[in-house]
């Protein structure tokens, strides 16, 4: 992704935003269970009350005062000359993704520029503040992910609040984006065992922020917001848009939609009621990117086939006609009765009742249980590698992969809604 050099300051572009009025008057009611995830987690601070209302008419020195008081040397406060300096003035070189929360660059930390910080390599979000969203934001992000640890969550290292910038700074993902994977050209297919390996990280963490004593609700869910480390491990990113779950007896969150078309949960789209269900809709949507290497919406393809789960339900619960929409990519070199649980397990997730999804720790077990399939199609003789193109039904076997990529790329976000 390589362009022109260019000022540093932030992409413009339409971004969503979370809309809270305050955050939390004790964030420590997000301790997670005694669930098995919870283990990972490290000890969470007491978290005093912070206001978005209060923060945005505050100076910079001031919400430095405030995140340093709740935070301490969990996280770092960057000057932006630091980050300028190691990001080489934020150089297009450096470049590694952009969308409407701003750039993404990559930068390299020396183990002399803080103490107790080890040399790495980072990436470095330069936040849209356009407007107080932009703003909200990035306090959410420092908020979630200032205080939640997991293997499966991206770790955040520090931030950078200065003047009218906001910067966040997080550890270094080598193999970027699962967008980037399934979806461009010139990146290798994504091994079978791989995809079941990235959906049971991802499903992880999911799990973990559901598993908290108020549920961490992440509300935008998809392949860009994956990221992956050189193991390919899945670790979930961008926390712009998380919102803390019902409490007591309430059960659901009523607020404005915002996310991605595409993954939205219907009945969030419709009545802007918002649960975990919502994250376990846009999670079905990610297997079914999976399995078919399809974009959950294609406006380019014809109308019967621009919605991903439209268009992939017919063909799910039946090996045969699933191996109709696989992922040409993986050639045939996959197990077929792992597809097929995936593909039934999918079904399940974006079930129009949200009721009747299942929760994120069934859905680990039955991804687990995947990794135990020794069958693959090509070499069980079950089918040729290059399967022949159907048109049968209206449909083609020939996926487009058309993708501007992007280390974290954002899809078009869902019009704001009133409050129901």
């Known amino acids: 992704m390589k362009k022109q050099s260019k000022p540093w300051r932030p992409f413009t572009a339409n971004c969503c935003s979370v809309e809270d009025k305050t955050i939390f008057s004790n964030f420590s009611r997000c301790r997670p269970s005694r669930s098995e995830f919870s283990k990972d987690v490290a000890p969470l601070p007491s978290f005093r009350r912070l206001s978005f209302s209060d923060l945005s008419r505050s100076s910079s020195t001031r919400i430095n005062e405030d995140l340093a008081q709740s935070f301490g040397s969990d996280l770092h406060d960057f000057q932006l000359s630091e980050l300028r300096a190691i990001t080489q003035n934020f150089s297009s070189n450096f470049l590694l993704g952009e969308g409407g929360f701003g750039t993404v660059h990559k930068g390299y930390i020396d183990e002399n520029l803080r103490q107790g910080l080890k ?3 980072v990436a470095v979000k330069l936040l849209d503040i356009e407007g107080l969203q932009g703003h909200r934001e990035w306090l959410a992000e420092v908020i979630f992910l200032g205080q939640l640890r997991h293997p499966h969550l991206v770790k955040l290292i520090g931030y950078c609040c200065e003047d009218e910038e906001r910067l966040l700074v997080y550890e270094f993902m080598p193999r970027g984006s699962l967008e980037n994977h399934l979806f461009k050209r010139i990146s290798i297919s994504l091994p079978w065992g791989t995809r079941v390996k990235i959906a049971i990280g991802a499903a992880k963490g999911l799990a973990f922020l559901h598993g908290a004593e108020q549920p961490v609700i992440y509300r ?3 392949t860009s917001n994956i990221l992956l480390d050189s193991d390919f491990t899945a670790k979930l990113s961008d926390f712009g848009l998380a919102k803390m779950g019902p409490e007591g007896s309430n059960t659901h969150v009523t607020t404005r939609v915002m996310g991605t078309y595409g993954y939205a949960a219907p009945e969030y789209i419709s009545t802007g009621h918002l649960t975990t269900r919502s994250d376990v809709y846009s999670f079905g949507v990610v297997l079914l990117e999976l399995l078919t290497g399809r974009r959950s919406l294609e406006k380019a393809r014809p109308k019967s086939e621009q919605n991903l789960v439209d268009w992939a339900k017919p063909y799910l619960t039946s090996s045969r006609r699933l191996r109709c929409i696989m992922d040409p990519r993986l050639a045939g070199q996959y197990s077929v009765k792992g597809a097929k649980e995936m593909a039934l397990l999918a079904l399940q997730c974006v079930s129009l009742n949200p009721k009747d ?5 069934g859905v680990i077990e039955t991804l687990e249980n995947l990794q135990h399939y020794k069958d693959m199609a090509i070499t069980c003789g079950q089918w040729p590698a290059s399967s022949p193109k159907s ?19 954002k899809s078009s976000p869902i019009t ?3 409050k129901a």
């Open 357 to 361: 999804r299942p929760k994120m720790p």
């Open 391 to 409: 048109t049968r039904n209206g449909f083609s076997t020939k996926v487009r992969m058309e993708s501007k990529g992007g280390y974290h790329r």
């Open 416 to 418: 704001p809604s009133k």
């Open 119 to 121: 040399a790495q390599a």
């Open 220 to 222: 935008d869910f998809k």
